[in-house]
């Protein structure tokens, strides 16, 4: 079988998306199946690049989004055709497909709706992709769709119209090296690569208005006395709501116990995950959620909003909360930090939690897709 999957963003700090793109190749090379795996590159490979096991088509002038969806719908049908591509698989949600032909079958990772599910919070781009590229491209019905969470499928289906027969519902895994380490070695290389010795809570994820970060800094401000010079890491490119986090945190008196870490490699976040008293995630939506799955991967406590798919990643493995709550959100983090038998309970059960997701099953639900819908496509 040959199957194309489109990258995009691989250049720059992983998102969730990128992230996935990346581990789901890995992954599915691992699989040894007969598989041919070509990317259609939109710019450079980023943790790819020295991939060996993989042919890549670059797609002229699509490095960024307008490209990718004006010249891109040219650039991806033409690399298929070249390559003899039997299944397109577009792992960004974009699905530049306008001139696909029907020798092809067609594939989305659709992470989420945040559009519909979170109005307000999206920029006009996302909107357009969102509200009038998507409708359009999912009316052809030789478009599967795959998503990680069954909220995300619950979504899709009420506001893209797809119907329940072309989403496959296929939960992401967790990278090998997000693990629990030994804490003292753990604490002294945090220390050495990050310059981070103090006891801190923490947050990762992009910095935009999504995440609901006023929230934590609120419940921070009411908590940090309860442990000795305690500090708010947050790890995670900048996008967009930073400067009103700083003016809230100056206005909190806070502004000195909050580090900006940026975005980090991931064995120095595996470090920050390893030796935060508990992660805190009070995000308004998630199609999914790296970053509790990651955190109870490690065996650190999480606190999370119970919106979106999180309940379903977490499980019985973390304290959820209503996004909006404050006086919930305060109680959780005090109880977190004085409470030793719920952080004990907790680590133990995220630990078991995270068990249940791996890359290699996602990769072996999705060449089953793949093989399901060539299937259909040859009949």
Known sequence: MRVGILTYGLDRPL????RYTTELVRALLDLEE????????AGELGPLENEKRLDVIRLAGCGRLPGLLTRGNQEVARGARCNRLQIIHDPTGVAPFLNGKNCMSYIITINDVFVYSSPGHS?????????????????????????PSQQSAIDIHRHLRVPLDR????????????RHLPEKQTRQNLKANLGISQPFILF?????????LPIALRAFSQIRHLISNLRFVLAGPRAGAETSLVHLAGDLGVDE???WTGPV?????????????????????????FPPLEAIACGTPVI???SGSLPEVVGEAAITFDPMDLPALIQAMTRLLQEKDLHKELREKGLRQAKMFSWEHCARQTLAVYRHTQEIHDR
């Open 15 to 18: 998102t969730g998306i990128s």
């Open 34 to 41: 007969d598989l041919q795996i070509t990317l259609l590159s």
């Open 123 to 147: 920029t006009l781009a996302e909107r357009l992709i969102y509200q009038l590229w998507l409708p359009f491209i999912l009316r052809n019905d030789k478009v599967i769709v795959l998503t």
């Open 167 to 178: 989403l496959h519902v296929i939960p992401y895994g967790i990278a090998h090296i997000h």
């Open 204 to 212: 990762v994820g992009a910095i935009n208005h999504r995440k609901n």
């Open 257 to 259: 116990q909050l580090i």
């Open 265 to 289: 490699s991931d064995s120095d976040l595996s470090l920050l995950y390893n030796s935060a008293e508990f992660l805190v995630f009070p995000s308004l939506y998630e199609g999914f959620g």
């Open 304 to 306: 999370c909003s119970r």
